[in-house]
């Protein structure tokens, strides 16, 4: 509905160029909202687009948002409400078309900051759940308080552009609201997923840091952080579950799995199945670590050890093929 | 001497309605004209005409009065005065004095910049009304220029090629 300028206007990027304190309504014809591929210093805030998404179960995506690879420092973009159009399926549940998107990054912008995006699909039909509600396919992006509903990821990383890195997500909200929400961060691993925006053209996601990620589903099991390239689900759970920070780095070696990454979490879990993976952390306490199993290759620091066999723990395997607390000595 | 807060309060009431009166029951009828705005006159403060503030509620482009068209005349009259750019100050813009339908010339629908074959990029910054204002194809937003509505309440609809929204109590429906 509003294109930030024009390759026939600007000979060079277009700037200085705002919306703001607006509501787009697509009339759920199958129009995008605000595309920028051209206007570079220039922003978008309180902003609602309602009544835009794909009219079909097929074609290109059509999103509320793009801001396009043709530009770079453009934003911050602010404040936005994204309502999808209701028109796939009328037969039941009028529900959002899989290709639809709230928002697609596409390179390096000043900033998503405070956004609302809602889909509405349900959770026995997963043939329509829009697989993202924010493709984040540029470096260098903040993108932080998200809310998101109805989309099976919240904010997918790395989908369709191969090495896309620096990025930091803050405060990302997945709910189960007018849909459920499976991820709210997704890392693509360069491989197609079903039912998510992962393809075989993005994966490499480096330098990326996730801080106060939240997953609230309802009646079924989500994560907070879902890494495909090192297989694990972050602390997978129902109904609530949190991870303050999960920082995935860059790769060591060149074998899949490896990478440079910390998290705050206790649990990952491998995905389609329960068995618990490590991701390592790094506890604290006044008292010894406590029995049971651990997160092979994690750390414990004991503040009040006194010795020196019972200051620093590691988890390890023992022979038994389960993982317990070993002191350093 | 007592002087009662009530009497204090009507007088101030006269006054109040005496000064509105003769800010707006003395002004001239509405005119296309540039706004007036408070200015400096051998030291006293005075009124002035300001081109760069524009009333786009009472221009027309081609005898055309919906709001693209409007808003296209005072684009360009911000560019034939030879300013760099304007608030361009449409909320005076409602269903009584425009039509508020963007209609489309020759099949391509217009927008404040292209209106049939006459087009402009000048620079502004557009202070939209807070009505639904319904568009028949993409506004594409030259450098430099700043779209601002009223809030949720100041909408663009997006209606398809030769369709009318019809609005109704905050309500819409298509009128093929």
Redesign the interface.
């Known amino acids: 509905m509003i294109e930030m300028g024009s390759a026939d206007l600007c000979s060079t990027p277009c700037s200085g160029i705002s919306v703001e304190h607006l509501r787009l309504d697509g009339s759920s014809l199958g129009v995008g909202g605000i595309y920028n591929g051209y206007a570079t210093s220039s922003y978008v805030d309180d902003i609602a687009i309602t009544g835009v998404g794909a009219v079909s179960t097929s074609g290109p995506v059509v999103s509320g948002l793009v801001i396009d690879a043709g530009v770079t420092d453009s934003g911050p973009y602010s404040n936005i409400l994204f309502n999808a159009s209701l028109t796939c399926n009328s037969n039941s549940d009028m529900l959002t078309c899989p290709q639809t998107a709230c928002v697609r990054i596409n390179t390096q912008t000043r900033g998503i900051h405070g956004i609302t995006c809602i889909g509405h699909s349900a959770t026995g039909q997963l043939s329509y759940i829009p697989p993202a509600a924010i493709y984040l396919d540029g470096s260098n992006n903040t993108i932080e308080d998200v809310h998101a509903e109805g989309f099976y990821d919240a904010v997918v990383v790395g989908d369709e552009v191969n090495g896309v890195s620096g990025n930091t997500l803050i405060n990302i909200n997945g709910a189960a609201g007018n849909g459920p929400t499976y991820n709210s961060v997704h890392i693509c691993a360069g491989n197609t997923v079903q039912h998510t925006a992962c393809s075989n053209n993005g994966g490499a996601v480096g330098d990326l840091g996730l801080f106060g990620i939240r997953i609230v589903p309802k009646n079924y099991v989500a994560t907070p952080v879902r890494d495909d390239l090192n297989g694990v689900n972050v602390n997978s759970a129902t109904p609530t579950a949190n991870v303050a920070m999960y920082i995935l780095g860059e790769q060591v070696g060149s074998s899949s799995g490896q990478y440079s990454r910390f998290t705050t979490a206790n649990v990952g879990q491998t995905q389609g199945n329960n068995t618990v993976l490590s991701v390592p952390s790094w506890g604290v306490g006044i008292v010894s670590p406590p029995s049971g199993a651990c997160s092979a290759g994690s750390l414990y620091s004991n503040t009040t050890g006194q010795m020196h066999n019972t200051t620093v723990y590691v988890c390890t395997y023992g022979s038994n093929g389960s993982t317990a607390w070993t002191p350093i000595a | 001497m007592r002087i009662s807060t009530r009497s204090i309060g009507s007088w101030m009431l006269q006054v109040a309605i005496v000064v509105t009166c003769w800010l707006f029951g003395s002004s001239a009828p509405l005119q296309a004209q540039d706004n007036t705005v408070w200015t400096l006159s051998g030291g006293q403060n005075a009124f002035a005409s300001s081109s760069a503030f524009i009333d786009a509620s009472v221009l027309t482009f081609n005898g055309a009065t919906d709001i693209c068209a409007r808003l296209h005349q005072a684009l360009i009259s911000v560019g034939n005065s030879g300013a760099v750019s304007a608030v361009i100050d449409a909320r005076g813009i409602d269903l009584v004095n425009s039509n508020l339908t963007c209609p489309e010339l020759a099949n391509v629908p217009v927008t404040p910049w292209v209106y049939g074959t006459s087009t402009t ?1 000048t ?1 502004s910054t557009i202070l ?1 009304p807070a009505m639904p204002i319904t ?1 028949q194809g ?23 090629s030769g369709q009318n ?1 019809t609005f109704c109590a905050g309500q ?1 429906e ?1 009128n093929d």
Do not use: C, D, Q, S
């Open positions: 990029t620079p939209l568009i993409p506004w594409i937003l030259p450098n430099g220029t700043r779209l601002v509505g009223a809030g949720v309440n100041a909408n663009l609809f997006f209606a398809a929204l819409h298509f």
